[in-house]
């Protein structure tokens, strides 16, 4: 391994720890917990490249330090979840960049993640099926085991003709990945939620539909959803051992 290869290395640790540390401070602690294992992962292969004895021993003095406090959050946070009282607030700001649904997710998602229902009662204009879909797109990406999603939405006012046609393309398109589509409609719903079957539920105050519309179609974020700017809203995570069905 080069030298320049682990200098690599070392600055995508110290980044990535020095988010771990920020979320940790402001009581996001699940997805800091997601980046003290990426940033412990990266110190380790560094370490393995080190051949400088008292550079190991420094970082192994960090890791153990990252590590401890990583084992800290992860049993504080199965503490919470165990007494059913873990909650996170995620404050969106007003042309905030960096919340694709990757992003906002990852978190949340594990490889026990097979079954997830959706409440948004705005997946009907074009923009607004178009976030579904990479919705969709992200749970297929970050989970091979997702093999049933719900949607409980409204249907157009007007011409709903687009809308199911949408979804149900959408829906045929998935079948060929191995997952189902389940869409049902509701003239009454106004809440917003998405849960998982691993027992987290996420409710954001605009439901998926909080990306700004871009400038242009050639201007940076109209396919970059981690570089859209994003209207205010706030993300609420809680957690359950019992999961609903609609």
Not at 6 to 11: D, K, L, P, Q
Not at 87 to 113: M, N, R
Not at 148 to 166: F, V
Request: hydrophobic letters at 30%; charged letters at 30%; glycine letters at 6%.
């Amino acid at each position: 391994m080069t030298e320049n290869h682990v200098s690599g290395m070392e600055a995508s640790a110290v980044s990535v720890l020095k988010r771990a540390v920020e979320l940790d401070h402001s009581g996001r602690f699940q997805e800091s917990l997601v980046c003290y294992q990426e940033g412990i992962q990266l110190l380790l292969d560094v370490l393995k490249a080190l051949k400088d004895d008292s550079k190991r021993g420094h970082y192994r003095e960090k890791i153990k330090g990252y590590m401890d406090r990583a084992e800290q959050i992860k049993s504080h946070v199965n503490q919470m979840k165990e007494d059913g009282k873990y909650h996170e607030q995620i404050k969106i700001s007003e042309d905030a960049t960096g919340y694709c649904y990757e992003a906002l997710f990852k978190p949340y998602i594990s490889s026990a993640l097979s079954e997830i229902w959706v409440e948004d009662p705005y997946i009907r204009h074009t923009h607004q099926l178009y976030n579904f879909l990479r919705f969709c797109e992200m749970l297929l990406k970050s989970c091979g085991k997702v093999n049933k999603i719900h949607l409980l939405t409204s249907q157009d006012e007007g011409d709903n003709t687009q809308q199911s046609s949408a979804l149900s393309e959408l829906r045929d398109s998935l079948g060929g990945h191995g997952v189902t589509l389940d869409v049902q409609y509701s003239s009454t719903i106004h809440d917003r939620e998405i849960r998982f079957d691993n027992g987290w539920i996420i409710k954001i105050g605009r439901g998926l539909d909080y990306f700004k519309k871009p400038k242009g179609r050639f201007s940076i974020g109209y396919c970059d959803y981690d570089l859209r700017h994003c209207h205010e809203t706030s993300v609420d995570i809680f957690h359950t051992k019992h999961t609903k069905t609609l």
